[in-house]
């Protein structure tokens, strides 16, 4: 009998393993979802896009008003939240950042920074209270031999992970892929070799922005309050995902966003909820001590 | 050549009675405000509030435009200086004896966030430019969520039970003080070494500048003002929590430095003063004035990229010697 509930215990606690396991890819896909804007835009400029947090905030708003004034779905409302944060991210870039590409690099982190502070306060002036998002997704919950799985979480893994495969892709096998490598490999080279360097970085920002709306989209189907300062928090989460897979790599920022997951849940687990950001960026604190180029960034090497 | 060295004395007692006059009127007239209720208490919190500010900014001007590193989380040196001051107001100096004790108390805040900048200037040896920002940045959050998790301070639910000690003869001294000490460190020639690792680090190490010493220096100089800001601050508003300390306030403090122009302290001075006021003007307009006030930003940065001063200085916060040899 002693032996029978023994293993019983194994069971229940492998289960809860895989429950957390879960748990880790539905909140890590958000955050290597987000990291990947900051890490290609990194990539092609060498900027901290500041704002980016908050164009993952406006993919959230923009869920919220498609699905209550529109009555969209799930998927039309992913599609319009990513082209519009998209044209955001563009316009964005058109307007604060592109006059700014010779000036001293500290002025356009601080413009970043203003954009950042313009996106929330906007939304806040037009909406002073958290909103509440409708039912995106039917609340179907399957159970597994006791592994309870919600579609919710399914349809946000499996969402994110064929957009980071068809990102992945795209930077590796395609043209315009070659041209941003190329553009962070050398920017002043590029459009001597005929490439079209406000072109692609224009590109590049609309695909960050437009994964940032995508993260924004699944983060209110998941979390369904959703208010004008959520960007912060998540952003700066999601930034050190890329600093902590090395900025500028994009395998590296996905893997740090399930990293990040990963380390959030644990604490949640053993410790009070509160202690979750505390030990999140003490161990950013400590890796950035240790390995400043985060696990797979390289330093640059600066000419003198 | 011995009149030359006369104009040279000359401009420096100038100097010396220009800026004794200052202070003494500065004194006099901010005593006289707080004594006597010249002005409205708004001004007067207004001008505080000024005076506090300038003192940020100073500090973190001191580090992102004289020294040229990028720190994001001025606001955790700040939450220390505040936190530790109003924590000794409160346990200890809880009656009378307050009111005497109030500057100690606050240098001894000023102290222990100097302290903590260790904490920064020691990553910064290795570590440079962005990453070093994010380092300051986790910094920030570590207090931040660190102060929320301590229950003793009152955790998330903030601080408070400190008498309203902050005044404006107090602002004004520490201002002055501040400005007096952070111009005086970056023309001295620690400040010649602060600028050299500014321009290049390498190159500067290798003219024998011991750039880990005076990186040390400068950051513990400037958080130990960001912790004099901050224990102002606690005493002046009398309630602190950890989202008073969070990175908005980081961002408005580089608001400040970058409107007011980096590596120039009439700049931080100025876009201190402007930044402070100009919000408050812009009261009646609500929320929408923290709409405009990043709009504004952006577009200076834009049309403006170094801020008002950008790298300029009045010749009054110059060395004396600049002026000289400019005369000659």
Redesign the interface.
């Known amino acids: 009998m002693r032996e029978f509930e023994g293993s019983a215990l194994k069971i229940n606690n492998l289960l809860y393993l895989f429950q957390q396991l879960l748990n880790i890819l539905q909140i890590g896909s958000i955050y290597a979802m987000i990291a990947l804007g900051y890490t290609m835009v990194y990539g092609v400029l060498?900027l901290?896009n500041f704002a980016h947090g908050d164009l993952f905030m406006i993919g959230a708003f923009i869920t919220f008003l498609s699905a209550t004034y529109l009555n969209f779905g799930f998927i039309p409302s992913l599609i319009l939240s990513m082209t519009a944060t998209a044209l955001l991210g563009v316009t964005i870039e058109r307007t604060?950042y592109k006059?700014?590409r010779n000036?001293?690099k500290?002025?356009?982190?601080?413009?970043a920074?203003?954009?950042?502070?313009?996106l929330e306060?906007?939304t806040?002036?037009i909406s002073?209270y958290p909103k509440h998002v409708p039912q995106l997704i039917e609340n179907t919950i399957y159970n597994i031999k006791g592994l309870t799985l919600s579609l919710v979480q399914i349809i946000i893994i499996t969402f994110s992970v064929v957009l980071m495969i068809g990102l992945d892709f795209l930077v590796r096998k395609t043209k315009l892929g070659m041209a941003i490598r190329a553009i962070s490999w050398d920017m002043q080279a590029v459009p001597l070799m005929g490439i079209p360097l406000n072109k692609i970085i224009s590109i590049t920002f609309a695909i960050g922005a437009g994964l940032g709306g995508a993260a924004g989209v699944f983060y209110a189907a998941a979390y369904p309050v959703i208010d004008p300062y959520m960007g912060?928090m998540v952003g700066?989460k999601a930034?050190?995902a890329a600093?902590v897979g090395g900025?500028g790599n994009i395998r590296g920022a996905m893997l740090g966003g399930y990293a990040l997951g990963a380390i959030e849940v644990a604490v949640m687990v053993f410790l009070?909820t509160?202690?979750r950001?505390?030990i999140s960026?003490?161990l950013?604190?400590i890796l950035?001590?240790f390995r400043?180029?985060g696990i797979f960034g390289k330093p640059r090497n600066v000419k003198? | 050549m011995s009149e030359l060295f006369n104009n040279f004395d000359k401009i420096i007692k100038k100097r010396l009675i220009i800026s004794i006059i200052i202070f003494a009127a500065g004194m006099t007239l901010s005593l006289c405000i707080h004594q006597y209720n010249i002005l409205d208490q708004y001004i007067q919190l207004v001008m505080m509030y000024v005076g506090i500010n300038i003192i940020l900014t100073l500090s973190l001007n001191l580090i992102?435009g004289y020294m040229g590193e990028?720190s994001v989380g001025h606001a955790g040196f700040m939450a220390v200086g505040a936190y530790v001051s109003s924590m000794l107001s409160v346990r200890f100096f809880n009656n009378d004896i307050g009111q005497i004790v109030f500057p100690i108390v606050v240098l001894i805040g000023g102290i222990c966030a100097g302290f903590v900048g260790l904490i920064v200037a020691v990553?910064s040896f290795?570590?440079r430019g962005?990453?070093l920002?994010?380092?300051t940045?986790?910094?920030n959050?570590?207090v931040?969520?660190?102060l929320?998790?301590v229950d003793s301070v009152g955790g998330?639910r903030g601080f408070l039970g400190m008498s309203r000690l902050t005044t404006l003869p107090w602002v004004m001294l520490w201002t002055f003080i501040a400005v007096w000490i952070i111009r005086n460190f970056v023309n001295s020639s620690y400040g010649r070494g602060v600028l050299s690792i500014r321009e290049?680090e390498?190159?500067s190490s290798l003219m024998t500048v011991n750039t880990q010493k005076i990186k040390v220096r400068a950051f513990m100089l400037s958080s130990f003002f960001a912790g004099i800001a901050g224990a102002l601050y606690a005493h002046l508003i009398q309630f602190i929590s950890p989202r008073s300390f969070d990175?908005?306030k980081s961002?408005e403090m580089?608001?400040m430095v970058?409107l007011g122009g980096?590596g120039s302290i009439g700049g931080s001075i100025l876009g201190a003063s402007v930044y402070t006021i100009l919000l408050e003007l812009l009261r009646p307009l609500g929320?929408?004035r923290?709409?405009l006030?990043?709009?504004l930003?952006?577009i200076l940065?834009?049309y403006r990229?170094?801020g008002i001063m950008g790298l300029r200085e009045f010749s009054f916060f110059k060395p004396a010697i600049d002026r000289f040899l400019r005369n000659k």
């Open positions: 060498l901290i604060a006059p700014l000036a001293p500290v002025s356009v982190i601080i413009t920074l203003g954009v950042g502070v313009f306060n906007l806040l002036a002073p912060i700066w930034f050190i600093v900025i009070p509160t202690y950001d505390l960026f003490l950013l604190f950035l001590i400043p180029y003198i | 992102n990028f990553p290795r570590i962005d990453y920002a994010i380092v940045l986790s910094f959050m570590i931040k969520s660190g929320e998790n998330a290049d390498t190159a990175l908005i961002t580089l608001i970058y980096i929320i929408w923290m709409v006030m990043p709009l930003l952006v940065m834009i990229p170094n």
